[in-house]
T-cell receptor, first 113, second 117 residues
């Protein structure tokens, strides 16, 4: 079956530091890949997505590239802010009309001023 | 456009009781999925409904059930509650269409926090 492995952290950075959260996946066919963010006490918000190999998703300074050869979708941001502190989830959706998302365990990011 | 809404936001029940959670999807969305989030197991898929039919199901016991109404609103029910059912239950809706890129997104509600004592 499908699976997602991401670094669990926690990750603690200073403001303006570079962020990388690793995510690798196992899936059959051609999945779509997502990063979701969860702020304390809230549900999940879609941060970015990529639906085919070599696609780059980007939003709010975050980027991730769908690498089929390494089955990876690492999240990066060049300069983090205190407001980026949250839990980040890498997720995968299989092909077809199947709306099941398979999530990684989540990575807690804390950014200090 | 209003987002996904879930009621109630918080619930406290005791073991053996049953509970019903409600989810209203984004207007026009006909697919509704449910997920359980716990510190130990993370986010796990419960089931997905589309046009009042369960289309996909995760690996949960039969105590977990759901349904969808003609207006796409969905409910999930947990019977004979156990301590391990304490979790954040998230509902997500999606716009059904061709299985193409634009329709892959799921939009999540704020969740219902269930505590079983």
């Amino acid at each position: 079956g499908n699976s997602v492995t991401q670094m669990e952290g926690p990750v603690t950075l200073s403001e303006e530091a570079f962020l990388t959260i690793n995510c690798t996946y196992t899936a059959t066919g051609y999945p779509s890949l997502f990063w979701y963010v969860q702020y304390p006490g809230e549900g999940l918000q879609l941060l970015l997505k990529a639906t085919k190999a070599d696609d780059k998703g980007s939003n709010k300074g975050f980027e991730a590239t769908y690498r089929k050869e390494t089955t990876s979708f690492h999240l990066e941001k060049g300069s983090v802010q205190v407001s980026d502190s949250a839990v980040y989830f890498c997720a995968l959706k299989g092909g077809g009309s199947n709306y099941k998302l398979t999530f990684g365990k989540g990575t807690l990011l804390t950014v200090n001023p | 456009k209003a987002g996904v809404t879930q009621t109630p936001r918080y619930l406290i029940k005791t073991r053996g009781q049953q509970v019903t959670l409600s989810c209203s999807p984004i207007s026009g969305h006909r697919s509704v999925s449910w997920y359980q989030q716990t510190p130990g197991q993370g986010l796990q898929f419960l089931f997905e409904y589309f046009s009042e039919t369960q289309r996909n199901k995760g690996n949960f016991p039969g105590r977990f059930s759901g349904r969808q109404f003609s207006n796409s609103r969905s409910e999930m029910n947990v019977s004979t509650l156990e301590l391990g059912d304490s979790a954040l239950y998230l509902c997500a809706s999606s716009l059904e269409g061709l299985a193409g890129a634009s329709y892959n997104e799921q939009f999540f509600g704020p969740g219902t926090r269930l505590t079983v004592l």
